[in-house]
């Protein structure tokens, strides 16, 4: 059996007991970084077998970890934070395991958009999750499709490209469409701000950003 097992997004308070009953139990960890899965491991006092699995080796690893399962080994899997197979690697585990006739369970936890998007105070009972945008190819195409989107976008972001990304917002969706960006959830210096896609631009420009972005953008009218 494959267990995904979402990992604290910042505070470790959020690590569940059924995550750690998981990796207690299992055969081995697949973990996204060995080192930050070991720690947060250590800190709970669990020990496991780590194997490493991320995007630069899944291809090549899935089928070696498929058999293993199907040989009756069980194990979990594990991203850098949150849950795993949104935006980190863990599709293509999924897949491969549900086409071999591997058991799957995804435990419930902790992940990025959802408490962005219910305190985004927009609306939130339809939804468009994108993650990442293309940095380069498609980029274009996918912004374009946004604006025109009427349901709730939500987005994610790094520090170095969320100025870049609301300029865009502006251009596409013009400066007035409504906006919330949350950054460093469940942490100490946890922020979210919500205005015009402009004036946020504005802040962020005046106020160089810091900790991972989620965006969420209001959908265009009728």
Known sequence: MLTVVPTPIGNLGDFTPRAKEAIEAADFVLAEDTRTTGSLLRLNGLEARLRAFHAHNEHKVVDG????????ASACLCSDAGT?????????????????????????????????????????????????????KGRQTRLKALAAETRTTVLYESPHRIVKLLGELIEHCGPDRRASVSRELSKKFE?????????????????????????????AEG
Do not use: M, N, W
Request: charged fraction near 20%.
């Open 191 to 219: 922020e979210t701000r919500r205005d015009t896609v402009e004036a946020l631009h504005a802040h962020f420009e005046a106020h160089p950003p810091k900790g991972e972005f989620v965006v969420v953008v209001a959908g």
């Open 84 to 136: 795993p197979a949104i935006s980190d690697p863990g599709f293509l585990l999924v897949r491969a395991c549900i086409e071999a006739g591997v058991e799957v369970q995804c435990l419930p936890g902790a992940t990025a958009f959802v408490p962005a998007l219910v305190v985004s105070g927009l609306p939130c009972e339809r939804f468009v999750y994108e993650g990442f945008l293309p940095h380069k």
């Open 65 to 72: 970890v498929v058999a293993d399962l199907v040989a009756g």
